[in-house]
């Protein structure tokens, strides 16, 4: 299973949309097995393609701060699980995820800074 956080400086970015890169963890038997980063694209998260590059890349959940709704939407359409409302440290985040500590907040994202959803 592959995760993806979306980052900035080690943290969790809180604008999905926006961060800094993503950083992407592999999982076997409950175990971090790699640690790669992809770049953010350009421009917004919802507007990019970022959903579908993940999907490809084998992301099945992706562990964000803030997220929108269209965001949320073109992610759980490529079959990536969202869990939002998360915060902190990424490596301790994760550690948290998989000892079963983190779950969504259920809280959209109610702005916007790149225009219309």
């Known amino acids: 299973m592959k995760i993806a956080v979306p980052t900035r400086d080690g943290r969790v970015d809180d604008h999905f949309g926006h961060c800094d890169h993503y950083t992407i963890f592999t999982i076997e038997n409950n175990t971090i ?4 980063t992809l770049p953010s694209p350009q421009g917004c998260g919802c507007k990019s393609n970022i959903a579908s590059t993940l999907h490809d890349m084998g992301v099945e959940v992706m562990l964000a701060g803030n997220m929108g709704e269209g965001a949320k ?5 490529a079959g ?3 869990i939002r409302g998360c915060r ?3 490596d301790v985040l994760l550690k948290s995820y998989l000892t ?3 779950f ?3 809280v959209a994202c109610d702005h916007h800074e790149c225009g219309h959803h």
């Not at 097995?33 to 790669?36: F, G």
């Open 33 to 36: 097995t790699a640690t790669e």
């Open 73 to 77: 939407n073109k992610l759980s359409a």
């Open 80 to 82: 990536i699980r969202v």
């Open 88 to 90: 902190g440290e990424v």
């Open 100 to 102: 079963g500590f983190v």
């Open 104 to 106: 969504d907040s259920g």
